[in-house]
């Protein structure tokens, strides 16, 4: 194999148990290598914040409906702010902690936001498997669940990425000239 891009080493001891072998890497240009890096520590960190926060919500819920005496919905309403909540600090300083900030109320304030119409969306779907459909076997309606749950979450992905937490070069990132301008006005 010939490749102009490609790095030819002898496997190190780890990766050769008791044979021989010629491992290949494609060097990537810089900017491609960190481009993917920098995705894969984002989609990695959104997944297990989301993980994270999906078991802080059903504890928070079991916890106040089952041993506290919270009625149902109470326990979920306090358990989905108690994670969103949690999951907004999760995603700000870890999964998107390297993009622009925009502020506490303009981040957490949309991020509730997008997350309210991915629960509509996800609600929808639902319904409309129940309803118009007419299906009522469980694993059908679970189906339909999982779907929306699988869109809501690429949803939130984009929507955070895009508009909660923008890239630096974004019309939505704060500048330092920005960040001053309503400290010149009040003056």
């Known amino acids: 194999m010939t490749c102009d891009k490609c790095v030819v080493r002898p496997p190190t001891s780890s990766e050769t148990p008791g044979f021989l072998r010629t ?14 890096r920098l995705l894969l520590k984002e989609i990695s960190a959104f997944g297990v914040v ?3 926060c999906f078991v802080l919500d059903l504890g928070v819920f079991q ?19 108690i994670s969103t909540t949690a999951a907004y600090f999760g995603h700000r300083f870890w999964s998107f902690s390297h993009r622009a900030r925009t502020g506490l109320r303009r981040e957490y304030a949309l ?30 309606l679970q189906a339909a669940n999982i779907f929306s749950i699988g869109l809501g979450t690429v949803v939130r992905y984009v929507a ?5 937490f923008p890239a630096h070069d974004s019309p939505f990132a704060v500048t330092p000239e920005s960040a001053r301008e309503p400290q010149d006005q009040a003056a």
């Open 23 to 36: 491992v290949v890497f494609v060097q990537l240009p810089d900017g491609i290598r960190d481009t993917w």
């Open 50 to 52: 989301g993980a994270v």
């Open 111 to 140: 991020f509730f936001v997008v997350n309210g119409i991915t629960l509509v969306l996800g609600l929808a779907i639902v319904w409309f498997v129940r309803y118009p459909m007419g299906q009522t076997h469980p694993l059908v």
């Open 63 to 81: 916890l106040l409906y089952a041993h506290m005496g919270v009625g149902a919905v109470l326990a979920k309403l306090t358990s989905t702010v």
């Open 160 to 164: 955070y990425r895009q508009w909660v």
